[in-house]
C-alpha cells in the first residue's frame, strides 16, 4: 500500500497533526515510511518538529552502543591477556628451577602452550562477536537509510555518520 498524501499518512497513524506527535506515533511514521511515496515522505520530514532530531537521536543511539561494546570487549580482552600473562610468568619461573623433574617441565611447557591458545581462541571470539555487533549497528543505520531517512536529514541539512570520520 503506497501512502501518497498527507492526509493518507495521517489516518495511517490516527491522528488530526502532524504537529504533536507523540514518540510512539514517531515510531509508527517511521516504520510507515517504506509504504509512503518519495514526495510526502520528504515533505512530512521536513514538516514534522523534531523529526531530524528523533531520527538522528536514533542513528546515535546504535553508534553508542557499537562504541560501547567494543569497549567493553576491549577491556575484557585486556583482562584476560593479563591474567594469561601472569599464568605464563609463574610457569617461567616454576621451568628456570634447576631441580624441576622433567615430566613436570613437559606439564608447565603444555600449560605455557595452553595459555597461548586460549588467547588465540578468546580474541577469535571477539572478533566474531565485534563483526556481528558492526554488522547489526550497520543493518540499524542501512534500515534508516533504506527509508529514505539518511537521505532526508543530510537534505535537510545534519551531518550523519558520513562526516564524523572512523569510529575510534
Do not use: C, W
Not at 593479563?82 to 599464568?87: E, G, H, K, N, T
Not at 547489526?136 to 550523519?160: C, D, F, Q, W, Y
Amino acid at each position: 500500500m503506497t501512502l501518497n498524501s498527507e492526509d493518507a499518512v495521517k489516518k495511517v497513524l490516527g491522528i488530526d497533526s502532524f504537529r504533536e506527535m507523540s514518540k510512539e506515533k514517531m515510531l509508527a511514521f517511521a516504520a510507515s515510511m517504506p509504504d509512503m511515496a518519495k514526495e510526502v515522505r520528504m515533505k512530512l520530514i521536513e514538516q514534522i518538529p523534531g523529526f531530524q532530531k528523533f531520527a538522528l537521536d536514533a542513528i546515535n543511539v546504535a553508534e553508542q552502543t557499537f562504541k560501547e561494546t567494543l569497549s567493553y570487549e576491549d577491556k575484557r580482552g585486556e583482562r584476560l591477556n593479563d591474567s594469561m600473562a601472569d599464568v605464563r610468568e609463574s610457569i617461567k619461573t616454576q621451568l628456570a628451577d634447576p631441580n624441576i623433574s622433567e615430566e613436570h617441565a613437559r606439564f608447565l611447557n603444555d600449560k605455557l602452550i595452553e595459555t597461548g591458545t586460549i588467547e588465540a581462541d578468546s580474541q577469535k571470539e571477539s572478533r566474531a562477536h565485534d563483526m556481528k555487533q558492526a554488522d547489526e549497528t550497520r543493518k540499524s543505520v542501512v534500515a534508516l537509510a533504506g527509508i529514505g531517512l539518511v537521505a532526508a536529514i543530510m537534505l535537510a541539512g545534519g551531518k550523519v555518520m558520513l562526516g564524523r570520520g572512523p569510529l575510534a
